[in-house]
């Protein structure tokens, strides 16, 4: 079955820098654009960043534009999210996500994800 398993979060100060990654098994992983989501308490998922199956072509939320820095190596079957400057209102439980086919579109919205991880916490205090 499909397994998209997260990791690399943690607690940090405002400033500092963490490196999520996911590992997926399962599928055929070049056939899927994957996505990084997050969601705080009492908030909706949103979508953070997007990368097609190849990594050409990459997509951010406004909010962490210049900040973080979505790559994956097909190889290792894996997705990272590089974020750096990070601030406590990027607090929030962060999940990836694997689309087939296309890219680009609606990519924020979570039902155009065909399967999830389960989540990797993080917190950034000030």
């Known amino acids: 079955q499909v397994q998209l398993v997260e990791s690399g979060g943690g607690s940090v100060q405002a400033g500092g820098s963490l490196r999520l990654s996911c590992a997926a098994s399962?599928?055929?992983?070049?056939?899927?654009?994957m996505g990084w989501f997050r969601q705080a308490p009492g908030k909706e998922r949103e979508g953070v960043s997007s990368?097609?199956?190849?990594?050409?072509?990459?997509l951010y939320v406004d909010s962490v534009k210049g900040r973080f820095t979505i790559s994956r190596d097909n190889a290792k079957n894996t997705v990272y999210l590089q974020m750096n400057s990070l601030k406590p209102e990027d607090t929030a439980m962060y999940y990836c996500?694997?689309?087939?086919?296309?890219?680009?579109?609606?990519?924020?919205?979570?039902?155009?994800?065909?399967?999830w991880g389960q989540g990797t916490q993080v917190t950034v205090s000030s």
């Open positions: 996500a694997a689309r087939r086919g296309v890219h680009g579109g609606m990519w924020w919205v979570p039902m155009e994800y065909n399967y």
């Open positions: 399962g599928l055929t992983f070049d056939d899927y654009s």
């Open positions: 990368i097609s199956w190849g990594g050409a072509s990459t």
